[in-house]
């Protein structure tokens, strides 16, 4: 049974950083692509980033664009989520989901087959 487990959020003032990290453990795959999603209060699930299979190949909301970077590691089963630059309207429970194959439509949550439970990310001065 594949776990996603994400750490690294919390309280930043505005123009802060924080790092975000997910982890996909306990399945027979050794590469996912993986995607972040973020949820605010009172609103839809939206797509954050998404870096490819290979890792070679990374995707942005505009409204992050510039200011986040996904990264992942040489197990290729860990992603970062790089958050600079961080505005108020970035709070939201940010999700990490993994996809084992490959899919292209990654900026949907229907991509994915495996969730983390989420990590609460609070942008306020």
């Known amino acids: 049974q594949v776990q996603v487990t994400e750490s690294g959020g919390g309280l930043v003032q505005p123009g802060g950083s924080l790092r975000l990290s997910c982890a996909a453990s306990g399945g027979t795959y050794t590469q996912y692509a993986m995607g972040w999603f973020r949820q605010a209060p009172g609103k839809e699930r939206e797509f954050v980033a998404h870096?490819?299979?290979?890792?070679?190949?990374?995707n942005y909301a505009d409204s992050v664009k510039g200011r986040f970077t996904i990264t992942k590691d040489n197990s290729e089963t860990t992603a970062f989520l790089q958050m600079d630059s961080l505005k108020p309207e970035d709070t939201g429970v940010y999700y990490c989901a993994a996809d084992p194959w490959g899919g292209t439509a990654y900026h949907s949550s229907k991509n994915y087959d495996y969730w983390g439970q989420g990590t609460q990310v609070t942008v306020s001065s």
């Open positions: 870096i490819s299979w290979s890792g070679a190949s990374t």
